[in-house]
């Protein structure tokens, strides 16, 4: 199928009759389907091509940046600076084009200076262009790393000082800036209470790191009024119901610990529940509490429960980004992986936990790309001395 919306970024070269006559002949056309690769980006390249008829597709690593149609030239760089293919080009109709090996291109300039100077008109331009787009993504970049930045300054600086716990925090993106988000507030007028969030926008990037930073403050700010968590998840939830320009949507962890009482009340919307390992026996519960992901509906209730820590006891939050972590055949780690790993053996500290859990993931998922945003709290109640 043609595209459509096919727009000429490059002049189309115009061969006279001649040397049309003199130089391609038809022992140099060639004949391609639909779907047939040409060059590919990397490779050494010692053939241009002319395009007859149809069009071919130029992509480069892995991403499609143009269209070329008749009377467009490709692979003339490689001809000129000896230098691998800059880009993929593949047929993306049924294609007729005239191959050109060196020795030939050769041949044609020097019998054709104006064929020369056409080509090196089309090389300008493409430069030109490449410049352009360069100095767009160079913008991009810089624009995303304040961003980063930004989003970064959001995040605690640090874990909180609480007496006779421990905690140890790990975010990662899984791109420039991301949707996850934690946060501590020790609550002002009590400071027995320190309230932990951990939060999953769905999505990745820009829009979703714009999303989570309005999450934070609100959660932020309905921490310092005193509310319960299931009353700040419900207002978290009112708040974004009455965006209704926004297509995404939050899953969330609240829980407030009364150091006093070593209690910690907690609520859930449609999150990861979080492990807690109990000292005294080895034993491992999951933190399961009734709830919905925030923005889905508006009548929204999330139950609320109650754990209380023992000496020595951990209570380890994360997003869905630590279990979904791929290997090389594609299976996930999963909540079974996490588990076993937080059982296999007694901890001596919530860094030291985390650090485990962190090089697991990394371990597990070594060769591919971080597909998702992740982040981890590992929180400890001190052992009695």
Request: overall charge negative.
């Amino acid at each position: 199928m043609t595209n459509s919306t096919f727009l000429p970024s490059t002049p189309a070269l115009q061969l006279t009759a001649s040397e049309r006559a003199l130089f391609f002949s038809e022992e140099g056309r060639v004949y391609l389907p639909a779907g047939t690769v040409i060059m590919r980006e990397g490779e050494p390249g010692d053939e241009m091509f002319v395009i007859l008829e149809g069009e071919l597709a130029i992509s480069r690593r892995g991403k499609r940046i143009d269209y070329l149609g008749p009377g467009m030239v490709l692979g003339e760089m490689a001809m000129i600076d000896d230098k691998p293919r800059s880009a993929t080009a593949t047929t993306a109709t049924d294609c007729s084009l005239i191959r050109l090996d060196r020795a030939g291109f050769r041949e044609l300039v020097s019998r054709s200076p104006e064929f020369a100077l056409r080509v090196m008109n089309i090389m300008s331009v493409r430069t030109r262009r490449l410049i352009e787009e360069e100095a767009r993504r160079q913008r991009m970049e810089e624009e995303l790393a304040i961003g980063r930045r930004i989003q970064l300054s959001l995040l605690p600086s640090g874990c909180p000082y609480v007496a006779g716990y421990e905690f140890a925090a790990c975010y990662r993106a899984a791109r420039e800036v991301g949707g996850d988000l934690y946060d501590f507030i020790v609550q002002p007028d009590n400071p027995a209470l320190v309230h932990i969030v951990v939060a999953d926008v769905t999505g990745k990037g820009v829009p979703a790191a714009l999303y989570m930073a309005v999450s934070r403050t609100l959660m932020h700010t309905y921490a310092l009024d005193g509310n319960s968590p299931s009353e700040a998840l419900q207002r978290v939830n009112h708040f974004i119901r009455q965006d209704k320009t926004s297509p995404l949507f939050l899953s969330a962890f609240y829980a407030v610990l009364d150091t006093d009482i070593h209690c910690l009340t907690y609520a859930s919307a449609g999150h990861n529940p979080p492990i807690w390992l109990q000292h005294s026996t080895g034993d491992l519960e999951l933190l399961k509490a009734r709830g919905i992901v925030l923005g889905a509906f508006d009548a929204f209730v999330p139950e609320e429960r109650l754990c209380f820590l023992q000496p020595g006891d951990y209570v380890i939050f994360f997003t869905d980004g630590i279990t979904e972590a791929r290997n090389l055949a594609g299976d996930f780690l999963d909540d079974e992986g996490l588990e076993a790993l937080v059982s296999s053996r007694s901890w001596n500290s919530a860094d030291e936990l985390l650090t485990a859990i962190i090089a697991a993931v990394d371990e597990y998922s070594a060769g591919t790309p971080q597909a998702d945003d992740y982040t981890v709290i590992v929180m400890r109640r001190k052992p009695l001395d």
